[in-house]
């Protein structure tokens, strides 16, 4: 099998560009893909890594790298119950940019995130979708509808 590394990025900027407008971001694509990249590593922190595992089978290769990248199997990930607390930690992830990236606003950060989910069921099942929702506690779940209509 030949890795097609330029695909890889003709892929992962296309995507990035048609995320970007997804969003509202019009062409901020570095913005779009520091939130993609906050949103994909907070979301591996909190589920198990079974999930993980079955979460990144069905990714496109240009986000596999995205959600594997910096990845230690042996840190335990946080304790996340409530969802102030999984945006502070996508924030955390997003660093230095984070109050631009989301603007003060927890209400933009949320609705980012439940973008992102929707927008990722372009290449994930929506079985897989449920799956990961079924292991969030209770206030997280909303961040991925149960039912997804375009």
């Known amino acids: 099998m030949a890795l097609q590394f330029n695909q890889y990025a003709n ?7 048609e995320y ?3 969003m509202e971001l019009s062409t901020d694509m570095d913005r779009a893909g520091r939130i993609l990249t906050a949103t994909l590593h907070a979301l ?3 589920i198990p890594v079974e999930e993980s595992l079955q979460f990144i089978a069905q990714l ?6 995205v959600y594997v990248n910096g990845w230690s199997l042996r ?3 946080p304790k996340i119950k409530h969802l102030p607390a999984f945006i502070d930690l996508v924030r955390e992830y997003d660093g230095s940019m984070a109050a631009y990236d989301f603007d003060y606003s927890n209400e933009m950060a949320e609705a980012y995130i439940s973008t992102t ?16 929702r079924d292991t969030l506690p209770k206030e997280l779940k909303p961040l991925i509808p149960s039912k997804l209509i375009f």
């Open 44 to 46: 591996r922190d909190i």
């Open 75 to 77: 840190k335990k990930g």
């Open 117 to 132: 989910f929707i927008y990722l069921s372009k290449y994930v099942s929506m079985g897989e979708l449920l799956d990961i």
């Open 20 to 22: 970007s407008q997804e």
């Open 11 to 17: 892929e992962g900027t296309a995507f990035l560009r």
């Open 60 to 65: 496109p290769m240009f986000l596999k790298g």
